[in-house]
């Protein structure tokens, strides 16, 4: 079974500061996703960013990269310059091919100081 | 403009008393689905749906119900509920088969049953 774990529940940074959000997922897949949602206090859930297991290249969107171990496993989420914003819960999100089933991790709410 | 509707976006209602949370995508997305949302557990798929007339189990199917009459609608049908369905829920599509698409979701229903 397929498993996302987010070992962090809550972070906090100052503004303009860089912030790391952690996760781990387990699978015996070789192929599949893996991707960030923001969910702000409106409770919208909004993809941050994405990832491909078979690209090396980690993904990055403006302030927000990613770093991808496939062989530990890991993908964790990095903010740099953060903005008051980014104040969110975060999901880390795994999914297979053609099935799209999604599983979701337990969430890491950040917090960006002023 | 694309979106996933749900409705309502609030309810509080009584034990045993059958409601509907309604939801509707407007891409033409084959796959949809529903997922939970609980303090801790992040988000949990109830049920799926790989196109019209085609259903399946998520991981906490217990005490709902769907149909996919219409491409477009996939409403979640609670029979009898009661107060541990108390939850926000959120509706979910994308295109099947290509999960490298990230699923668009609803803008949730936080459901109280007392």
């Known amino acids: 079974a397929q498993t996302v774990t987010q070992s962090q529940p809550e972070m906090s940074v100052q503004e303009a500061e860089t912030v790391t959000l952690s996760c781990t997922y387990d699978?015996?897949?070789?192929?599949?996703?893996l991707f960030w949602y923001k969910q702000p206090p409106s409770r919208q859930m909004i993809l941050v960013i994405r990832?491909?297991?078979?690209?090396?290249q980690n993904a990055t969107e403006n302030r927000f990269s990613v770093n991808f171990q496939k062989a530990a496993k890991s993908f964790s989420l990095k903010i740099s310059d953060s903005q008051l914003g980014d104040t969110a819960m975060y999901f880390c999100?795994?999914?297979?091919?053609?099935?799209?089933?999604?599983?979701f991790g337990a969430g890491t709410r950040l917090t960006v100081k002023p | 403009e694309a979106q996933v509707t749900q409705n309502p976006r609030y309810l509080i209602t009584v034990t045993g008393k059958k409601l509907t949370v309604t939801c509707s995508q407007n891409m033409n997305h084959e796959y949809m689905s529903w997922y939970r949302q609980d303090p801790g557990l992040g988000l949990r798929q109830i049920y799926y749906?790989?196109?019209?007339?085609?259903?399946d189990k998520g991981d906490v199917p217990e005490g709902y119900k769907v149909s996919r009459k219409e491409k477009r609608n996939f409403p979640l049908i609670l029979e009898s509920p009661s107060p541990n369905q108390t939850s926000l829920y959120f509706c979910a599509s994308s295109s099947a088969g290509n999960s490298n698409q990230p699923q668009h979701f609803g803008d949730g229903t936080r459901l109280s049953i007392l």
């Open positions: 699978t015996s897949e070789n192929n599949y996703y």
């Open positions: 749906s790989m196109n019209v007339e085609v259903t």
């Open positions: 990832q491909e297991a078979y690209k090396q």
């Open positions: 999100a795994f999914m297979t091919p053609v099935l799209n089933d999604m599983r």
